[in-house]
């Protein structure tokens, strides 16, 4: 069976001082076995090949687990698959002949590095906000030492699957980084070891999300449905409340 032939329309920049524009690129015999990635791999040895910049994109595990891949694919956060990552993302969801168009996140906080890679450091320093959790180091305490509700670690493991690839921001007509830091809020907020900080935390972490200039929340859904680990839209609500206790 023959591979698939694509057009390509890839966001080109040089640099964050750089206009940018989209560069069409054809893409032959292009396997459905492929994933997304393995595709722009192969684009990209036939531009070195051709003495042309290979096209810049983020990735690191292509396993679904890193959150260094991402891109607007065809005008969706990683794509129209539900719950997948960029690089998890496979060919034969294509059709031969069919037109892909492929941009980076855009968010004014997310600048454009080069191409499709952007700088994410604003959730690195949100995490860092939320500083660390008064706890004792050493060994590893016997299980069941500290009872947690089983509905309370579900919904804290959920958040904690976060892998902050920046979807939910990409997809956000606002540009809102709340179901990132609500994700991150949470995972600590609903256990017990997080509770001393759980206030401080809360506050700490929603200013520095305004102050990298994120947009507000405004229930639209976006994120959620783009989201590659499925993270409900309650997440906001409960750092919210978190939030307003603080306050």
């Known amino acids: 069976m023959s591979g698939m032939n694509l057009t390509l329309k890839v966001w080109r920049q040089k640099g964050p001082a750089d206009e940018g524009r989209m560069v069409t690129y054809h893409v032959e015999d292009v396997s459905p076995d492929m994933s997304f990635l393995e595709m722009l791999d192969v684009l990209n040895e036939r531009l070195i090949l051709e003495g042309d910049d290979p096209v810049a994109f983020d990735h690191d595990c292509r396993e679904g687990i890193c959150g260094m891949c991402g891109m607007v694919i065809n005008g969706v956060a990683h794509g129209e698959q539900r719950a997948t990552t960029t690089c998890q993302l496979h060919m034969r969801h294509f059709k031969d002949g069919d037109t892909i168009t492929i941009e980076p996140w855009r968010a004014a906080p997310f600048p454009v590095v080069k191409d499709l890679v952007v700088d994410r450091s604003a959730f690195d320093r949100i995490i860092q906000a939320g500083g660390f959790i008064s706890v004792p180091a050493g060994s590893a305490p016997d299980a069941h030492t500290i009872p947690v509700k089983k509905a309370d670690a579900d919904a804290a493991f959920d958040a904690a699957t976060c892998i902050g690839c920046g979807a939910c921001v990409a997809a956000c007509p606002n540009g809102s980084a709340s179901l990132f830091t609500a994700a991150k809020i949470t995972h600590l ?32 859904g976006e994120c959620t449905a783009v989201c590659p680990k499925g993270i409900p839209l309650e997440t906001i609500a409960r750092m919210n409340r978190d939030y307003l206790r603080a306050k």
Not at 190 to 212: H, N, Y
Request: proline share 6%.
């Open 189 to 220: 907020g609903l256990l017990p070891q997080g509770q001393p900080e759980r206030d401080s935390r809360a506050k700490a972490m929603v200013e520095q999300m305004d102050a990298e200039g994120f947009g507000g929340c405004t229930n639209t």
